[in-house]
């Protein structure tokens, strides 16, 4: 009798273990060992992100190797910040810095950006870079370098880093499509670079017929005005926009001091002034109208300036926008005299 009683027992476990195996098979159509169905979609989304890598990419004439798409990423410049959460990856930073540089997002990025936390407000630190588990890096040439931080080091972290350094539309169209590449993202990325190019063409065709303006940069000023060469990425916009950079001919560095008085031998139709940290820009034109020798300019008598948040023209997301809303400005309708942009 116990004997059936034992038989009886073991034939029901192993019924039971049978149905239990089917369950979990059946669970493991949507995942792994009977995960959600949401689950195994992620899972399922990140193996096909990864695929073709890893991917090698030459970052002015830097060679860096991408494993797999980043998870963390280190967005270094409110350029670059911006960049990224344009083409949708949000998600993935995990930290920004030169926000003292900004005067603040676009309206349409303004949620996701707010919402992404800063490392340093300024420049970024090593000891914040180090500490914050970023597996990529995307920052604006500025935080690198010199007492910036050291990219080798950064490899030895575990940190691949691209940096940020366009002087061209070519060279930045370059970096989006890299990114693309980097995120798996190459079809978003084709798009947005067509969008941009389309957009610039447009404002290109209507001021082809104009009198290039030459506009005087005034970034700030001491001992001189502190302005944007020849080989500075703003340049570039200005002249897209229908203008010519004053000091074009200036080529030995990105930004450079040159004397009132030469600004004043120039003669330049309009003063593009930044706006970014401090002074504001009420305080430097009102800084403008008091110098002893740019007072004499008759763009400053006729109070003809605009104004410019700093991070719109450095290379990145703002091309187009940049090109529209200096275009505006430097061919105002009829009686506007002056311009203020975001």
């Not at 074009?248 to 040159?258: F, H, N, R």
Request: aromatic share 6%; proline share 3%.
């Amino acid at each position: 009798m116990k004997k059936r009683i034992i038989v009886a027992l073991l034939c029901a476990a192993m019924i039971l273990t049978a149905l239990a195996g089917c369950g979990s098979r059946a669970g493991e159509k949507d995942g792994d060992s009977g995960e959600s169905a949401e689950v195994s979609a992620q899972k399922k989304a990140a193996q096909v992100s990864d695929t073709g890598y890893p991917i090698t990419l030459d970052n002015y004439g830097r060679k860096i190797t991408v494993q797999s798409a980043p998870k963390k990423v280190l967005a270094l410049g409110p350029n670059c910040a911006e960049l990224l959460v344009a083409l949708g990856l949000e998600d993935s930073i995990v930290g920004t810095s030169l926000r003292n540089h900004s005067r603040g997002p676009l309206p349409e990025y303004a949620k996701a950006l707010e919402a992404i936390p800063e490392i340093n407000h300024s420049s970024a630190t090593r000891e914040a870079v180090i500490s914050s588990g970023a597996d990529f890096v995307y920052g604006i040439d500025w935080e690198f370098g010199g007492d910036g931080l050291d990219v080798d080091e950064l490899e030895d972290y575990g940190m691949t880093t691209y940096i940020n350094s366009a002087t061209t539309l070519e060279e930045q169209y370059q970096e989006i499509l890299d990114l693309g590449n980097v995120f798996g993202i190459e079809d978003r990325t084709a798009e947005y670079v067509k969008e941009q190019e389309e957009r610039i063409q447009a404002v290109q065709d209507k001021v082809k017929n104009e009198k290039p303006l030459k506009v005087l940069v005034y970034d700030s000023g001491s001992d001189g005005v502190f302005t944007c060469s020849g080989t500075n990425f703003e340049s570039l916009l200005i002249e897209l926009a229908g203008g010519e950079n004053l000091f074009q001919d200036v080529e030995d560095k990105a930004w450079v001091t040159v004397s009132y008085e030469e600004a004043l031998s120039r003669e330049p139709d309009i003063i593009l002034v930044h706006d970014y940290d401090s002074p504001s820009v009420e305080e430097k034109i009102e800084e403008i109208k008091a110098n002893d020798v740019l007072s004499k300019l008759s763009c400053v008598k006729n109070e003809r300036f605009a104004t410019i948040d700093l991070e719109s023209v450095l290379p990145g997301d703002r091309l187009a926008y940049t090109v529209e809303k200096l275009s505006e400005a430097f061919y105002p309708a009829a009686g506007e005299n002056t311009n203020k942009l975001k």
